[in-house]
């Protein structure tokens, strides 16, 4: 019933941009805690970014101020917002739901951001 779609991914030069955006549906939106994953070649997934209902954030330390997760609550839209891209931030970038009353989590199908010269 919940459905997360991603967009927003493609390919970048070191030190660019990428907007990553996720539309939710099916779902109480806005009592949710939502979060921004990736999972790199040969690595596990690894959390990035995560945004309470209350708006609360938290960053995994690699990202800490070049990234930034926001959402819109009246959109049903969660974002991330990447500058200043290294290679190393070359992943798979999976849009997350934790549905509080289940704690069951919906994932979306990932978008590839790729940072290369």
């Known amino acids: 019933q919940v459905q997360l779609v991603e967009s927003g991914g493609g390919l970048v030069q070191p030190g660019g941009s990428l907007r990553l955006s996720c539309v939710a549906s099916g779902s109480a939106f806005s009592i949710n805690t939502m979060a921004w994953y990736r999972q790199a070649p040969g690595k596990e997934r690894e959390l990035v970014a995560v945004?309470?209902?209350?708006?609360?954030?938290n960053y995994a330390d690699s990202v800490k101020g070049r990234f930034t997760i926001s959402r819109d609550n009246v959109k049903d839209t969660v974002s991330l917002q990447m500058n200043s891209l290294k290679p190393e931030d070359t992943a798979v970038y999976y849009c997350n739901l934790r549905n509080i009353g289940t704690f069951m989590n919906y994932w979306g199908k990932g978008t590839l951001v790729t940072v290369s010269s």
């Open positions: 945004i309470s209902s209350s708006y609360n954030t």
